[in-house]
């Protein structure tokens, strides 16, 4: 088989970046190593920025999003009984768009499908090759036969776990990393959302978030320890435990149901430099890692894929620069999205490790915070995403 660019993995960073790149009239192929119905099963976040909307409309894979999607001006903070809102539109004249990243998932496996554009499910063992000089090509077996895709350029979307990256000799990589002493335990629940609006709670017992996915479906989540057995963590444990770190007022509104999903993800930052290496790649979760505090991930992905597709484009009409530029301009915005993950996963969770000083300073930086108009805008710039 031959194309224009292979892309490895079918999470939103390869799907997204194939919807633009047919856009722009650039020829791919998508290979992913589990079936849609794998991808399609796991729960993240749904935060979307403007710019991954307007990335989605581009691609025209936006009427369910336009139709569904809920816009959201603001978010609540909530601090030793205090709340505040954060007024993202009042503040940036900006806001969000609550939208889970299983739909746009599914909106742009759908549109894939409409478009017939080549796609390759529960392909094994794919590996990259050639990507050093001028004939790459992305290897793997299926049915039993190997199979080769030539290609002028490989995309490597493919996860924190990829192959591409991996494949990258380790001398031309440097990578950056914090790994958090706790996780996050998820539920999902269809059941109408506690408020309007998202909640960020800092409570003694840890962090809590009570999100959403739609009027009808909630997310909810809590700081737990790394090392907890999800087992132990009934549907009432976890109930209990979130209503025992809301307001008093919010919990006698918490709407409770059986879990959909429960699962424990732990907290990462992490970055690779360069995102790019010859005719290969990165993009999304195989370049990068953040924390989910303030859900950039997905609109990380989205950005990279945005700036790459351009890049790609621009290329098959003669011009170099941005395939040039490709890694300097992601990495910017990415090092800004992790600045900004780390400080808000830093300012909302409990560190016991850090003694009585660490907690004295996150006391005095949410009190400055909810007092201060300019700290606010801050906060809320970054929350809403800043620009290519
Ligand atoms: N060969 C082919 N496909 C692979 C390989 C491989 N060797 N390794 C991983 N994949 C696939 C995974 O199965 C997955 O479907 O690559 C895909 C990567 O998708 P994600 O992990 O979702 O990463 P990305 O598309 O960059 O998404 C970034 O979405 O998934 C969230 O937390 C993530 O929010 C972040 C954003
Ligand atoms: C989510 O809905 O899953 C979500 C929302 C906001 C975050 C993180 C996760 O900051």
């Known amino acids: 088989m031959k194309t224009q660019v292979a892309i490895v993995g079918a999470g939103p960073a390869g799907l997204l970046l194939g919807a633009l790149l047919h856009h722009y009239g650039v020829h791919n192929v998508i290979?992913?190593?589990?079936?849609?119905?794998?991808?399609?099963?796991?729960?993240?976040?749904?935060?979307?920025?403007?710019?991954?909307?307007d990335l989605l409309a581009e691609a025209g894979v936006d009427a369910r999003l336009r139709a569904e999607g809920l816009p959201h001006d603001g978010f609540e903070m909530c601090f030793g009984g205090q709340r505040h809102r954060i007024d993202l539109f009042g503040l940036t004249g900006k806001r969000v768009t609550v939208?889970?990243?299983?739909e746009v998932t599914?909106?742009?496996m759908d549109a894939r499908t409409a478009q017939q554009q080549p796609t390759v499910y529960e392909a094994q063992?794919?590996?990259?090759?050639g990507f050093d000089g001028s004939a790459p090509r992305v290897r793997y077996r299926q049915d039993g036969q190997t199979q080769e895709i030539e290609c002028d350029f490989i995309a490597g979307c493919d996860g924190f776990h990829g192959v591409c990256r991996a494949s990258v000799p380790a001398a031309a990589l440097q990578t950056f990393e914090k790994v958090y002493p706790f996780g996050w335990?998820?539920?999902?629940?269809?059941?109408?959302?506690?408020?309007?609006e998202l909640l960020y709670v800092n409570h003694e017992r840890g962090f809590a978030l009570c999100s959403m996915r739609s009027q009808t479906r909630s997310r909810y989540y809590l700081q737990c320890a790394l090392d907890d057995d999800i087992r132990q963590w009934t549907d009432e444990a976890f109930w209990a435990e979130l209503k025992r770190r809301l307001p008093a007022e919010s919990a006698k509104h918490l709407v409770t149901g059986a879990s959909l999903e429960k699962s424990i993800a732990p907290l990462r930052s992490f970055v690779t430099e360069p995102m790019r290496f010859g005719r290969l790649f990165l993009a999304g979760d195989a370049a990068h890692i953040v924390p989910p505090t303030g859900a950039k991930g997905l609109n990380l992905a989205?950005?990279?894929?945005?700036?790459?597709?351009?890049?790609l484009a621009e290329h098959y009409?003669?011009?170099?620069?941005?395939?040039?530029?490709?890694?300097?301009?992601?990495?910017?915005?990415?090092?800004?999205?992790?600045?900004?993950?780390?400080?808000?996963?830093?300012?909302?969770?409990?560190?016991?490790?850090?003694?009585?000083?660490?907690?004295?300073?996150?006391?005095?930086?949410?009190?400055?915070l909810f007092g201060s108009r300019a700290a606010q805008q801050v906060v809320a710039e970054n929350y809403v995403g800043l620009a290519l």
């Open 317 to 368: 009409r003669g011009r170099d620069d941005g395939i040039e530029q490709y890694s300097q301009r992601a990495l910017a915005r990415v090092w800004k999205a992790e600045r900004f993950s780390w400080w808000f996963t830093s300012l909302m969770h409990r560190f016991p490790e850090n003694g009585a000083f660490g907690a004295k300073m996150q006391t005095a930086e949410l009190d400055y």
């Open 302 to 311: 989205a950005s990279d894929v945005g700036l790459l597709s351009r890049a």
């Open 99 to 102: 939208y889970g990243q299983t």
């Open 31 to 53: 290979v992913e190593q589990r079936s849609a119905a794998y991808v399609l099963g796991r729960i993240r976040a749904g935060v979307l920025e403007q710019i991954t909307v």
């Open 185 to 196: 335990l998820g539920l999902l629940a269809d059941v109408p959302p506690l408020a309007h």
């Open 125 to 129: 063992d794919v590996s990259v090759h």
């Open 106 to 108: 599914h909106d742009l």
